[in-house]
């Protein structure tokens, strides 16, 4: 990210050289066939399984394609009108919306407890707590959601943890409800990672110099205090970068609900994700072109959250330099 | 426990500025008892499912379910790990996962070195437009490509290798990786590769005898970040191995684990233990580098 923002790129200052560029383009290129070489691997490679997907969905989208090994027809827009018409479209990305608009805050409010507890002075074992909390985030995802399986059982521990508390009257099984397989599934995901959004913000927390913590004491600002007016007006850069970053992951989820709930019970937690492969692998005939259709549509609305972060990543580089 | 004692070293750096501070001898604030106590318990929270999966793998069947929160098996019934093993195929799947980590860890160094060298010292012509293209597709999802990426795994004749495997995950993608090095070659001074071509060294010997070896720290980042990925990835794997069992992850052999043997709840959990003690092993042993590379993504 910082590359192409912060480069210097000392020698190419377009206004000045573009004449004596395009001139010598032949000869630069003779010049630096090395380069091209050393960049050949990735440009082989991203040009093949990054570049060449991200336009042929495009293509894929307006064909009606039931299976690999089968050559698909062109049908136009027919794709995108099936998808605006189909309940069960638009049933994932309400459920793809309601678990980023509930997980992301949720995660990210959490972990910045967390790191300011962790960050404290005063609490002991900091070290330790940070490696516990670290360490669902480097479990594989697909087995966290099969091991939670278990865990959530209706005769498992979470339920017996429950019904000691008195939340709930009888042994239930969370993920075999409607009501609440996606809060499962997203209690389940802020469980998994929590800990490297904690790291983001101990990351964060480490900006603030000392000294505005001192001039904070000499001002007589108590802890409480000192937390409201000083520390959180000085993260909120930080917040739009760690929101958005938790965002992209929000969109990510396959592999954690595919093996936790499998998008059901009757599709309550079929997230966009599930749709597309279930849609493309899953089913007995595939569906390749309305899945590519539906991929596509789901990439522009990454591609929103991107642009966003663009905005959003610059406004708080703006800000943090203001602020220093 | 090897990790509390583990992460002391880097707690100790940043200690001896705190313990001299002036707040060393305050009371203990009713706040702060409370927020121990809910650190304690979201401590437990995040243990417990690890310590719970551990002593289900050594349990009898009857035993997982209803002998409520008891973690101490009746009776250490190692055969579970055996059967996992064994018969449900998690030795070759074991295999597979090592085998297609470490191929896509190779790509990604390489070719990720490669580009960022240039990309971080050379101005030439296109390298803007390479950029964009790294910036458009930064966030893209992977469940995006999954279907073009399957079509051409299958054209090149590669639907079910091990090399179709780990091209996939390892050819396209991994901007991050290729950014790092960039950033890091530069702010290498000029005067390494001035020296070494007055000694006489071409492009590709500075590369590989001065350039990549300085870059270590670099290498060890995207090693773990490509690691934990590879090791972790899921949905790619499961769409090329679906048809053929050979190939098949630990996460892969998990979902059909649970498919095929749906009730053997004992082996499930040996299973899933097999599966993550490597990755923890490696977190555990290295966790300091781990949370540095993670948290370098966000301090930039």
Same mark, same amino acid.
């Given at each position: 990210?910082?590359?192409?923002?912060?480069?210097?790129?000392?020698?190419?200052?377009?206004?000045?050289?573009?004449?004596?560029?395009?001139?010598?383009?032949?000869?630069?290129?003779?010049? !630096?066939?090395?380069?091209?070489?050393?960049?050949?691997?990735?440009?082989?490679?991203?040009?093949?399984?990054?570049?060449?997907?991200?336009?042929?969905?495009?293509?894929?989208?307006?064909?009606?394609?039931?299976? &690999?090994?089968?050559?698909?027809?062109?049908?136009?827009?027919?794709?995108?009108?099936?998808?605006?018409?189909?309940?069960?479209?638009?049933?994932?990305?309400?459920?793809?919306?309601?678990?980023?608009?509930?997980?992301?805050?949720?995660?990210?409010?959490?972990?910045?407890?967390?790191?300011?507890?962790? /960050?404290?002075?005063?609490?002991?074992?900091?070290?330790?707590?940070?490696?516990?909390?670290?360490?669902?985030?480097?479990?594989?995802?697909?087995?966290?959601?099969?091991?939670?399986?278990?865990?959530?059982?209706? /005769?498992?521990?979470?339920?017996?943890?429950?019904?000691?508390?008195?939340?709930?009257?009888?042994?239930?099984?969370?993920?075999?409800?409607?009501?609440?397989?996606?809060?499962?599934?997203?209690?389940?995901? +802020?469980?998994?990672?929590?800990?490297?959004?904690?790291?983001?913000?101990?990351?964060?927390? %480490?900006?603030?110099?000392? !000294?505005?913590?001192?001039?904070?004491?000499?001002?007589?600002? /108590?802890?409480?205090?000192?937390?409201?007016?000083?520390?959180?007006?000085?993260?909120?850069?930080?917040?739009?970068?760690?929101?958005?970053?938790?965002?992209?992951?929000?969109? /990510?989820? &396959?592999?954690?609900? %595919?093996?936790?709930?499998?998008?059901?019970?009757?599709?309550?937690?079929?997230?966009?994700?599930?749709?597309?492969?279930?849609?493309?692998?899953?089913?007995?005939?595939? %569906?390749?072109?309305?899945?590519?259709?539906?991929?596509?549509? &789901?990439?522009?609305?990454?591609?929103?959250?991107?642009? +966003? %972060?663009?905005?959003?990543?610059?406004?708080?580089?703006?800000?943090?330099?203001?602020?220093? | 426990?090897?990790?509390?004692?583990?992460?002391?070293?880097?707690?100790?750096?940043?200690?001896?500025?705190?313990?001299?501070?002036?707040?060393?001898?305050?009371?203990?604030?009713?706040?702060?008892?409370?927020?121990?106590?809910?650190?304690?318990?979201?401590?437990?929270? $995040?243990?417990?499912?690890?310590? $719970?999966?551990?002593?289900?793998?050594?349990?009898?069947?009857?035993?997982?379910?209803?002998?409520?929160?008891? #973690?101490?098996?009746?009776?250490?019934?190692?055969?579970?790990?055996?059967?996992? $093993?064994?018969?449900?195929?998690?030795?070759?799947?074991?295999?597979?996962?090592?085998?297609?980590?470490?191929?896509?860890?190779?790509?990604?160094?390489?070719?990720?070195?490669?580009?960022?060298?240039?990309?971080?010292?050379?101005?030439?012509?296109?390298?803007?437009?390479?950029?964009?293209?790294?910036?458009?597709?930064?966030?893209?999802?992977?469940?995006?490509?999954?279907?073009?990426?399957?079509?051409?795994?299958?054209?090149?004749?590669?639907?079910?290798?091990?090399?179709?495997?780990?091209?996939?995950?390892?050819?396209?993608?991994?901007?991050?990786?290729?950014?790092?090095?960039?950033?890091?070659?530069?702010? #290498?001074?000029?005067?390494?590769?001035?020296?070494?071509?007055?000694?006489?060294?071409?492009?590709?010997?500075?590369?590989?005898?001065?350039?990549?070896?300085?870059?270590?720290?670099?290498?060890?980042?995207?090693?773990?970040?490509?690691?934990?990925?590879?090791?972790?990835?899921? #949905?790619?794997?499961?769409?090329?191995?679906?048809?053929?069992?050979?190939?098949?992850?630990?996460?892969?052999?998990?979902?059909?684990?649970?498919?095929?043997?749906?009730?053997? $709840?004992?082996?499930?959990?040996?299973?899933?233990?097999?599966?993550?003690?490597?990755?923890?092993?490696?977190?555990?042993?290295?966790?300091?580098?781990?949370?540095?590379?993670?948290?370098?993504?966000?301090?930039?």
């Amino acid at each position: 990210m910082t590359l192409t923002t912060s480069a210097p790129a000392p020698a190419i200052s377009p206004t000045t050289a573009k004449e004596p560029h395009r001139l010598s383009l032949r000869r630069r290129l003779r010049r !630096d066939w090395w380069i091209y070489l050393f960049l050949l691997p990735t440009l082989l490679g991203y040009g093949a399984y990054t570049v060449y997907p991200l336009v042929a969905s495009w293509w894929y989208a307006f064909l009606d394609w039931p299976g &690999f090994a089968m050559t698909g027809t062109f049908t136009g827009l027919d794709n995108f009108r099936r998808l605006l018409a189909d309940d069960l479209f638009w049933n994932a990305f309400r459920k793809s919306l309601l678990f980023l608009v509930v997980a992301v805050p949720a995660r990210v409010g959490l972990a910045l407890l967390l790191a300011l507890w962790l /960050n404290s002075r005063r609490t002991p074992f900091s070290g330790f707590f940070r490696t516990l909390f670290f360490l669902p985030v480097v479990t594989t995802g697909a087995i966290i959601g099969i091991v939670f399986t278990l865990l959530l059982d209706a /005769n498992g521990p979470i339920s017996l943890a429950l019904v000691w508390a008195g939340i709930t009257d009888s042994p239930t099984n969370l993920v075999a409800s409607a009501g609440t397989s996606l809060y499962a599934g997203i209690a389940v995901w +802020v469980w998994k990672w929590l800990g490297i959004t904690m790291i983001y913000w101990l990351a964060a927390l %480490q900006t603030i110099p000392r !000294d505005v913590h001192e001039a904070a004491m000499l001002d007589g600002a /108590n802890a409480r205090k000192e937390l409201w007016h000083v520390t959180l007006p000085l993260l909120v850069p930080f917040l739009v970068i760690i929101t958005l970053i938790d965002t992209v992951g929000a969109l /990510n989820v &396959f592999d954690l609900m %595919q093996t936790l709930t499998g998008g059901g019970p009757s599709f309550s937690s079929e997230v966009i994700e599930i749709f597309i492969y279930r849609t493309a692998f899953a089913a007995t005939v595939p %569906q390749l072109g309305y899945a590519s259709a539906a991929a596509v549509l &789901f990439g522009l609305l990454t591609m929103v959250l991107a642009v +966003v %972060q663009a905005v959003g990543v610059r406004w708080a580089r703006r800000q943090t330099k203001g602020a220093s | 426990m090897s990790a509390a004692t583990a992460i002391r070293p880097e707690s100790a750096e940043g200690a001896p500025t705190r313990r001299r501070g002036p707040r060393r001898g305050r009371n203990v604030r009713p706040g702060r008892v409370v927020a121990l106590v809910a650190l304690t318990a979201a401590a437990l929270l $995040w243990t417990y499912p690890f310590l $719970w999966l551990v002593s289900a793998s050594l349990k009898h069947p009857s035993e997982i379910f209803g002998s409520g929160f008891d #973690l101490v098996p009746d009776e250490f019934v190692w055969e579970n790990y055996t059967r996992a $093993w064994v018969e449900a195929g998690f030795a070759s799947y074991f295999v597979n996962t090592v085998l297609i980590t470490a191929g896509t860890v190779l790509v990604v160094v390489i070719r990720s070195a490669l580009a960022g060298y240039v990309l971080g010292r050379f101005d030439f012509a296109g390298k803007k437009i390479l950029i964009g293209v790294f910036l458009v597709t930064f966030f893209l999802p992977e469940g995006y490509t999954i279907i073009p990426v399957t079509q051409l795994t299958d054209q090149l004749g590669l639907l079910n290798t091990h090399a179709g495997v780990i091209l996939g995950l390892g050819a396209g993608g991994q901007i991050a990786a290729t950014l790092l090095y960039a950033g890091y070659f530069r702010g #290498l001074p000029k005067e390494l590769e001035e020296s070494a071509r007055l000694d006489g060294a071409g492009q590709f010997r500075i590369f590989f005898q001065v350039m990549l070896p300085l870059a270590w720290p670099i290498t060890a980042t995207v090693v773990i970040l490509t690691f934990l990925f590879a090791w972790n990835t899921y #949905l790619l794997p499961l769409v090329f191995t679906l048809s053929e069992p050979d190939l098949r992850t630990l996460a892969i052999g998990m979902t059909v684990f649970v498919g095929e043997y749906g009730q053997d $709840w004992p082996g499930m959990a040996a299973a899933a233990v097999i599966s993550l003690v490597p990755v923890i092993g490696v977190f555990v042993v290295l966790q300091r580098k781990f949370v540095d590379s993670v948290a370098g993504a966000v301090k930039q």
